[in-house]
């Protein structure tokens, strides 16, 4: 028992040493991609940072939604976070899978590329629509007699664990669609990906509850999101299989020579062969059957009534 565990452990060892090395080499070609995409989240992060200073406390606006779904409460408001968190772990973790498991489909560099490049274009266009118009927060922290619902003064601690103003649209929604829509096209479980849509769903049902967006916040995710990959995805080149490519590359068993020599054997004793082209049109004359490019009708025979 000990020694098949020991060698186990040795051939995940060795997996997990060829996989650094692949991810390695290709971190070397993209870094550029990924250094441009951690930039981006950190200029977003700042611009949510700048709204708040815009953000003006008000009346909370009606809400279909506030009036559908009933309000979690401060108590509760950790429940919508805990869900989110559970999402981005779960989705950081598969992105690393190719590390350890044999059954791997992606690459951890280029995937991330491709997310990053997913969340930069649609952040982009949130920037864009909450500082075009700056609504009152729902939050319990943005409401009017809140120290919190405007900056006098930089203070970003609590600007980041507490923004207001930026409302539209949810940038929790931008995350969990995008993480759910590149396993939907990447991942290989189908139950998962069904789990993971319910899960996108319920999140977005707990942020209205939670009165942490809109439901216009919300709304507008699930459209602009869904939109921008599939625009996004198009222009980028398509990533490498590594499950096909691993396919073709494994040579063919013993089993499958001998059924692909015994097919071959066959189509040659019935005067086949076995290439597609060399299907030619024959024909049977005194029970013999000819091929029409070696029958050769003379015309003294013809006249002969031979």
Avoid at 39 to 58: D, E, S, T
Avoid at 132 to 148: A, D, F, I, M, V
């Amino acid at each position: 028992m000990s020694f098949y565990i020991g060698r186990e452990a040795s051939k995940l060892w060795k997996r997990i040493c060829a996989e650094t090395i692949t991810e390695i080499n290709l971190l070397l070609e993209n870094w550029k991609y990924l250094l441009a995409g951690l930039v981006c989240q950190y200029i977003h992060g700042l611009a949510a940072r700048g709204v708040h200073y815009l953000h003006r406390p008000g009346p909370t606006l009606q809400d279909i939604g506030f009036m559908i779904l009933p309000e979690l409460g401060q108590d509760k408001a950790y429940i919508s976070e805990t869900l989110f968190t559970f999402i981005f772990v779960s989705f950081v973790l598969w992105t690393f899978h190719p590390f350890i498991l044999k059954s791997r489909k992606i690459y951890t560099v280029l995937i991330w590329c491709r997310v990053l490049a997913f969340l930069v274009a649609s952040q982009l266009l949130r920037i864009v629509t909450f500082y075009s118009t700056q609504l009152p927060g729902p939050n319990y922290h943005c409401r009017e007699g809140s120290k919190l619902a405007t900056l006098p003064r930089p203070d970003i601690p609590r600007g980041v664990l507490y923004g207001c103003g930026d409302l539209i649209f949810s940038s929790h929604m931008i995350f969990t669609l995008v993480f759910v829509r590149t396993y939907q096209k990447y991942g290989i479980r189908r139950s998962i990906k069904q789990v993971a849509w319910l899960l996108a769903i319920v999140q977005s049902l707990l942020i209205v509850a939670s009165r942490k967006h809109y439901t216009v916040d919300v709304v507008v995710a699930w459209y602009t999101v869904n939109l921008v990959v599939f625009f996004v995805d198009k222009k980028l080149a398509e990533l490498p299989d590594r499950s096909i490519v691993a396919a073709t590359l494994l040579p063919l068993s013993t089993k499958d020579k001998d059924g692909r020599t015994k097919e071959e054997n066959h189509k040659l004793l019935n005067g086949n062969s076995g290439d597609p082209a060399d299907r030619r049109q024959r024909t049977q004359v005194n029970g013999k059957i000819m091929e029409d490019v070696n029958t050769i009708h003379h015309p003294d025979s013809a006249m002969n009534g031979a």
